[in-house]
């Protein structure tokens, strides 16, 4: 596939590498040489350093035989005006990441969207902080998850969830262990190590499960790993797209939410616009400031400035203050590791939260939803499985699936479930796959020799 990728920051050098990684011709735009010399130097792929939304920039890129344009700089207008220009000049699919809520076709009090289709012409419109909040929110209402992903058109979810030395599952092998209906374990993450675990394994204190399960049945099984409860009262610190996008759906739901934010302006306009959201002015660096304000008293703490700094003194803050678990998003993904070493709980990136979006237009058509775990070493996807594929073959017990793929769910023409070992998928299924990135074309030959 021919694919250009306009602006190479965070989000477009991460799209730009797993494009290459998987042998797809890319060429990167950038205006700043610098960082087309470091991507040069990291990757196999053409460059070409020009202003993206200029008409003679698209042209010597070559965007009217492209597959694929994504237009990823930090400027929504220039990603706009370039996915646009592309498609007019002849792009087969045009991608574009926004930033601001700006561009969103609401009106005041709807609920905004995270990726629209058709937008202006446009193929798809991601919007990282949108996607953000909306991870968020399901984080708050679940009941202990460090994070939450929605597979199957929300019918299905899957919850990270970090084993205390106190949970009920501890050394219990897991074919042993009595899970509510309609969950399993799909895999574990002990120290810096991602498997997919077998029926003799035994899970440990502070390994991170990763469990499948129904929306609407996980709470029983979050409470039987981590004995934990939603939350019912919520700071954020941020007024900022994300911060009030949260802030509205969790208010809509009954929570008890105090956004701080230390512009004065921004704080009184968005007192006038959430009504049932407490508008606190001031810093949340600012340890007697958050003290002031019971942060130690909250069930939960998201850090959503645009600093990543910021965010994390904060949430490192509210931690030492009491609160339970602390969120911070994370612009630079390669602190994430750090924020976890610190003792922060959870860490987002809008760089993967988009890429993933991205990166699925560049999947086969067969393929409809994916999500990287960990740090890229798993991913989920949803596969439809083909006719006489070998998935197809018989129950999944008789397979003999490879070692690191993990089948967490399955959904019919008219029906929606968790996998077992009697669980027999029929050609033009839809199926939830856990897979090791090692694992890629194992799974290929499971669905349809040459999908991927």
């Known amino acids: 596939m021919n694919v250009v990728v306009i602006g190479l920051g965070e989000v477009g050098g991460h799209v730009a590498e797993v494009l290459a990684g998987a042998r797809h011709e890319v060429l990167a735009v950038d205006l700043d040489q610098e960082r087309i010399e470091q991507i040069s130097e990291r990757l196999d792929v053409a460059t070409l350093k020009g ?4 008409p003679r920039t698209l042209q010597l890129a070559g965007v009217d035989r492209a597959d694929l344009v994504v237009c990823a700089t930090d400027s929504d207008e220039v990603n706009l005006i370039a996915a646009l220009a592309s498609k007019r000049m002849g792009a087969g699919r045009t991608v574009a990441r926004l930033q601001s809520g700006e561009y969103e076709d609401t009106e005041p009090g709807e609920q905004e969207e995270g990726v629209q289709y058709g937008m202006f012409g446009i193929d798809m419109v991601v919007n990282s902080h949108i996607l953000i909040a909306d991870e968020m929110f399901d984080i708050a209402r679940s009941h202990g998850a460090l994070d939450v992903h929605m597979f199957a058109n929300n019918r299905i979810e899957l919850a990270e969830v970090e084993l205390p030395s106190d949970s009920a599952v501890l050394g219990i092998p897991l074919h042993r262990l009595k899970l509510p209906a309609n969950t399993r374990v799909g895999a574990v993450i002990r120290g810096d190590k991602l498997f997919v675990p077998n029926g003799d394994d035994a899970l440990l204190a502070e390994d991170r499960v990763y469990l499948f399960g129904l929306t609407g049945l996980m709470d029983e099984v979050e409470e039987l790993f981590v004995h934990g409860d939603s939350a019912h009262r919520v700071v954020i610190y941020g007024g900022n797209v994300i911060g009030e996008h949260l802030s509205r759906q969790l208010a809509k739901v009954g929570v ?12 009184e306009r968005l007192s006038l616009q959430l009504a049932r959201v407490t508008l606190v002015h ?12 019971e942060v130690g008293r909250a069930d939960l703490y998201f850090a959503v400035t645009d600093d990543d700094e910021n965010n994390m003194m904060s949430a490192l803050l ?13 612009y630079r993904h390669a602190y994430i590791e750090i924020y976890r070493q610190l003792g922060l709980d959870m860490a987002i990136s809008p760089r993967q939260v988009a890429a993933d979006h991205i990166l699925r237009y560049a999947q086969p058509a067969q393929i409809e ?14 596969v439809v499985a083909a006719m006489e594929s070998p998935i197809t073959a018989g129950p999944l017990r008789d397979l003999k699936l490879p070692k690191g793929i993990s089948i967490g769910g399955v959904v019919g023409v008219d029906s929606v479930n968790i996998a ?18 090692s694992q890629h074309k194992a799974v290929a030959k499971l669905f349809q020799r040459g999908l991927f």
């Not at 008890?256 to 704080?267: F, G, H, K, M, S």
């Open 51 to 54: 202003y993206g939304a200029n």
């Open 256 to 267: 008890d939410v105090t956004i701080i934010e230390p512009n004065r302006e921004e704080a």
């Open 282 to 293: 001031g810093d949340g660096t600012d340890f007697e400031k958050l003290r002031e304000e």
């Open 318 to 330: 509210a931690k030492r203050l009491g609160t339970p678990r602390v969120c911070s998003v994370v």
């Open 369 to 382: 939803n994916l999500v990287h775990l960990g740090d890229g070493e798993a991913e989920v996807m949803e």
């Open 420 to 437: 077992d070992g009697n669980t027999k998928v029929e050609p033009g299924d839809t199926v939830i796959v856990l897979t090791l990135e």
